[in-house]
């Protein structure tokens, strides 16, 4: 079994930065891609950024010049760094990493729980 746990969430005011955390523990042969979504109340959850193993890069048009997102693949980490905050950028972030157990089987999707962003004055 696989587990992900994010951390670095809470209340920052407009313009402000915050930086969240992922880190994958568990049955891991290997991460292939990770990736942060989130979801506003009365939306649908929407993909924020995703980062390959070799280190490329997307993100959604939303967020581009503002967020980074990295990863550690000794610590099985992802990050992702916010600046510039917008009050639109509050929602429920979840990482998720797709990640083989072993060798020979193909890569699942797993998800963290899910970490509270709320950007106000």
């Known amino acids: 079994q696989v587990q992900l746990v994010e951390s670095g969430g809470g209340l920052v005011q407009p313009g402000g930065s915050l930086r969240l955390s992922c880190r994958a523990s568990?049955?891991?042969?290997?991460?292939?891609?990770m990736g942060w979504h989130r979801q506003a109340p009365g939306k649908q959850r929407e993909l924020v950024a995703t980062i390959t193993a070799g280190g490329t890069t997307n993100y959604v048009d939303s967020v581009k010049g503002r967020f980074t997102i990295s990863r550690d693949n000794a610590k099985n980490t992802v990050y992702l760094q916010m600046n510039s905050l917008k009050p639109e950028d509050t929602a429920v972030y979840y990482c998720n990493a797709a990640v083989k157990t072993r060798w020979n089987t193909p890569p699942s999707d797993y998800w963290g729980q899910g970490t509270q962003v709320t950007v106000s004055s």
């Open positions: 568990g049955s891991i042969f290997s991460i292939r891609a």
